[in-house]
């Protein structure tokens, strides 16, 4: 649950954020960033005694060369208005983050929030070419530009991406947009444990890439379609006209050869059907559910999942699984009806899932247990430059103090 | 010199390994831009531990760290600095440490050099995507510091996005690693395109890609730049993306045909490259829609490579521009800019106007599908005219690229050369930014100093090698 803080902001303009954060840099007063809290579930919950700055009126787009495929935008803006907008011109920006109605560029940015098309389109920072941010003194810094290439310099548009807006606030970000595929098509299948591991590996195998390639175990609710007890499989093709015809055929044959029984092809609503998937990512069982992702290799994904899944089972709680064929990333939600001793399950299951992978970080849940787990996994190698750069851009800890890893 | 340092890096490494004499340092004291001073020494470290090893006796000493790879940089990176400096050559750490095929990456040591890595998991019907121009002799840790690009980075990206993790020797000497799906800040992106001054890169994972299905190669003809640099704007404008959109202008194609005679018309104006990697079933496609934009723009002729070898030759000859203009002319200059796509026919407007004005040949062979200009500056350095022509029409075309909304390098990096530009792009905000990160890494600025960085701003002074 997040805690109630004392008092909010919503500053107009670029200029009244940039004089806010001075002074509260100044005063001492601590500052919690949010866009639209579609992500609330990440990171340590804010204390309660932090100034919450809102940046959603911070929003639009700032200017937009579909010929340049280019497109600058305000960090509050919603994902599902810069999508909108793109639209139009028949390109579009894989951020793939659920909940695009509110969640903002700025917030989908800072979280480092990772899709599952990035294998095929790129991270989401490796789409960013440009960016401005206020840092916790105020001043504001551009990087990059409106160009697709740009080695002028580090590349700290990059780096600010996933840093949890620990280091300033994004307030503009400028990307290369792609040109729309031009068909898409979903679909989805029961995935009988005896094929499981065939199927998986026939999918990863495929020569013509799907976007998309998920086995789903549980989220029953959130996921439309044949339920299949032993999980699902949702697979989502985007690729010219030409193409699709020949990818539809090859997986249709892979899955049959892996023993997968009918395939549902949903053509029309195949957007629609990834943009639940995406919401199931961090959807929430009332208070009583915490959601982790796990990053693990695509080689080791399935037994991984598997794991994971059976570590959460072991514990008597409900397991919610996703594993995402293509870039080996393993979402597991815990989950119970019944709230007796589920705090404590959750830590003790907190200590098994990292027993399973150290890169396990929590991505969704209310629980008040939160703040007592490993919400961002093991300490990187690299852990003593972080908090040098936390203290090199932000001296007084005044940008969501503690929420990030390791007290940062 | 100290012979104190000397010995210490005799001891840590061997001697053969230490290389002081003057004729042996002045190989190492230029890159494929300029010329620096004689370094303190080089060395040629075999392994991580040495590597640290040095970076401690350097620290001693107050030598500062000059990491190289092969030399071809573009803007003085790799080359000595004012106050002589130790310069690290991964000669001897070239090699594939992991070929990981499952999950489609690699380990590898810096001074690999990019194209054999490709050669090496070719087996495994893999490739590494960045393809710089200088990629037979560039090398993985180079190309890593500089953020390389390359023709295939159209569709694939740059560096920087087929970098999944990085081995650092730190400014203490210290060892750490770096992972882009490690939890806290990305570490990596900072460190790419760092240009050697955050730290020494002494193994990377990188992504690997699967070898295409098919790949076509076509070759359009104009009898102006000016209609070929529209029709790149125009494939892009229309959303096809191809795997590489290059364009050469008349002076670089007849400068190939002498060298290469790799197929390109010789009475053309400018011609462009274009190569599409993927599936047999959507090239035909493919070619059409971007056959009837040439047309619609006036190309002269269009022409499909039929074969592998008529393929390859097309794609040589484009890698090997560069050099075939060394050929013709006793010296060039390559200015390495990058404008918003649909701003591609003004650049070159100002570009020819610029070397006209300065009485001047100018080459253009570029990464037109990124709007990343390669102007090729013809000249004779013995005559000081010309050289003076050189720096202002190099200048030219920055300011060229900056009004129309542009940047003053798209890959070859800032070093020594365009550091005094940094101003011209970024304010000093932006650029306190970019210090934050130094500080911590480098906080003595040891590591590659007086690069990158605009000489006023708390670098030292020097002047930019002639
Ligand atoms: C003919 C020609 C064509 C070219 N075409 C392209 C092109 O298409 N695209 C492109 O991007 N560039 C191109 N370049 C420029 C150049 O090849 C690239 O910048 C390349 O990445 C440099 O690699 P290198 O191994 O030669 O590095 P060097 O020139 O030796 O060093 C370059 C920089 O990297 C640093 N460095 C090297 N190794 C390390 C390490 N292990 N750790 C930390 N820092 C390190 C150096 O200090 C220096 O700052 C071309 C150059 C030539 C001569």
């Not at chain 1, 497109?71 to 810069?82: C, E, M």
């Not at chain 1, 599952?116 to 916790?136: E, F, K, M, Q």
Request: proline content about 5%; aromatic content about 6%; glycine content about 10%.
């Amino acid at each position: 649950m997040t805690p109630q803080t004392a008092e909010r902001a919503a500053p107009k303009s670029v200029e009244e954020l940039c004089a806010l954060l001075a002074r509260c840099d100044r005063e001492g007063t601590r500052v919690a960033v949010c866009g639209g809290e579609t992500l609330r579930g990440m990171g340590f919950p804010p204390t309660g005694n932090e100034l919450l700055v809102q940046t959603a009126a911070l929003k639009g787009i700032v200017a937009y060369g579909p010929a340049d495929l280019t497109v600058a935008v305000r960090g509050g803006t919603t994902l599902k208005t810069l999508a909108s907008r793109l639209k139009r011109e028949r390109q579009f920006l894989p951020l793939d983050a659920p909940k695009p109605g509110h969640a903002t560029v700025g917030g989908t940015l800072a979280a480092g929030w990772l899709g599952p098309r990035r294998h095929r389109y790129g991270r989401p920072r490796d789409l960013l070419i440009g960016s401005t941010i206020v840092l916790a003194d105020g001043t504001v810094a551009r990087a990059g530009g409106m160009v697709v290439k740009n080695v002028a310099g580090y590349d700290m548009s990059r780096f600010y991406v996933g840093s949890f807006g620990t280091l300033g606030v994004l307030v503009q970000a400028n990307f290369k947009t792609l040109p729309m595929p031009g068909a898409a098509r979903a679909f989805l299948a029961p995935l009988p444990e005896g094929t499981r591991t065939r199927a998986l590996a026939q999918l990863r195998a495929l020569a013509v890439e799907p976007s998309v390639a998920l086995w789903i175990d549980g989220f029953e609710k959130e996921i439309s379609g044949d339920a299949g007890a032993e999980g699902r499989v949702f697979v989502l093709l985007e690729h010219t006209e030409a193409l699709l015809e020949r990818a539809t055929r090859d997986l249709r044959s892979a899955l049959g050869r892996a023993g997968v029984p009918e395939t549902q092809i949903v053509d029309a609503r195949a957007r629609d059907m990834f943009d639940a998937i995406l919401d199931a990512y961090v959807s929430t069982v009332a208070d009583r559910s915490i959601t982790y992702r796990i990053a693990t290799m695509p080689d080791r994904l399935e037994s991984c999942a598997i794991e994971a899944r059976d570590v959460v089972r072991r514990f008597a709680l409900d397991a919610g699984v996703i594993a995402d064929v293509m870039n080996g990333d393993v979402i597991v939600r815990a989950s119970r009806s019944d709230t007796r001793d589920l705090s404590l399950k959750l830590q003790v299951l907190d200590d098994a899932l990292h027993q399973v992978e150290p890169r396990a970080r929590v991505i969704a849940g209310d629980h008040p247990v939160r703040p007592a787990l490993r919400v961002w996994g093991a300490d990187p190698p690299a852990i003593e430059r972080m908090r040098a750069l936390k203290s090199a851009f932000d001296p007084h800890a005044t940008l969501n103090p503690g929420r990030f890893i390791s007290g940062i | 010199m100290s012979a104190g340092v000397e010995d210490r890096l005799r001891g840590a490494l061997g001697a053969e390994n230490v290389k002081t004499a003057p004729e042996d340092l002045s190989v190492y004291s230029f890159d494929a831009y300029s010329e620096g001073k004689l370094p303190t020494a080089v060395v040629i470290p075999c392994d991580t531990r040495q590597v640290s090893a040095i970076v401690k006796i350097a620290r001693e000493f107050e030598e500062p760290i000059i990491a190289r790879g092969a030399g071809t940089g573009l803007c003085g990176g790799a080359v000595s600095v004012e106050g002589g400096g130790i310069i690290v050559s991964f000669a001897r750490m070239h090699r594939l440490l992991e070929l990981d095929a499952a999950n489609r990456r690699a380990h590898v040591q810096p001074g690999l050099v990019n194209l054999q890595l490709s050669t090496h998991v070719a087996g495994a019907k893999l490739f590494y995507a960045p393809d710089p121009a200088s990629q037979r002799s560039s090398t993985i840790g180079g190309n890593i510091a500089t953020n390389a690009g390359g023709p295939h980075c159209l569709s694939y990206g740059t560096t920087v996005n087929h970098v999944l993790g990085l081995e650092i020797v730190d400014e203490r000497g210290d060892v750490f690693t770096t992972d882009v799906d490690d939890a806290g800040y990305d570490v990596t992106a900072a460190l790419v395109g760092s240009e050697g001054t955050l730290g020494i890169v002494t193994s990377a994972w990188v992504r690997l890609l699967r070898l295409p299905e098919a790949t076509r190669v076509w070759l359009a003809a104009f009898s102006d730049i000016e209609s070929a640099s529209e029709t790149v704007s125009a494939i892009i404008g229309a959303g096809i993306l191809p795997t590489a959109l290059e364009m050469m202008d008349s002076v670089i194609v007849s400068a190939v045909e002498q060298a290469f005679h790799a197929g390109y018309p010789t009475d053309a104006a400018a011609v462009l490259l274009i190569e599409n990697a993927g599936f047999e079933d959507e090239m035909d496609g493919c070619e059409a829609a971007m056959q009837t934009i040439a047309t619609q723009h006036g190309a002269l002729s269009w022409r499909s490579a039929r074969t592998q070898a008529e393929r390859d030759a097309l794609l040589a000859g484009r890698k090997g521009a560069v050099g075939a203009i060394g050929r013709i002319a006793p010296n060039y200059y390559t200015q390495d800019v990058t404008v918003p796509r649909s701003a591609l026919p003004k650049a070159l407007r100002a570009v020819e106007a610029a070397a006209r004005e300065n009485d001047l040949v100018v080459g253009n062979v570029f990464h037109a599908g990124d709007g990343n200009l390669h102007p090729l500056l013809v000249y004779d350095k013995r005559d000081r005219r010309q050289v003076g022509a050189v720096l202002a029409t190099g200048d030219a075309i920055l300011r060229a690229a900056i009004d129309l909304g542009g940047t003053i390098s798209g890959e070859h990096g800032i070093g020594y050369e365009k550091r005094d530009a940094m101003t011209r792009v970024y304010g000093t905000e932006d650029l306190a930014a970019m210090a934050r990160v130094r500080d911590v890494f480098d906080p003595q600025r040891t590591r590659n100093p007086e690069k990158i960085f605009p000489s006023g701003t708390r670098c030292i002074e020097l002047s930019v090698p002639a």
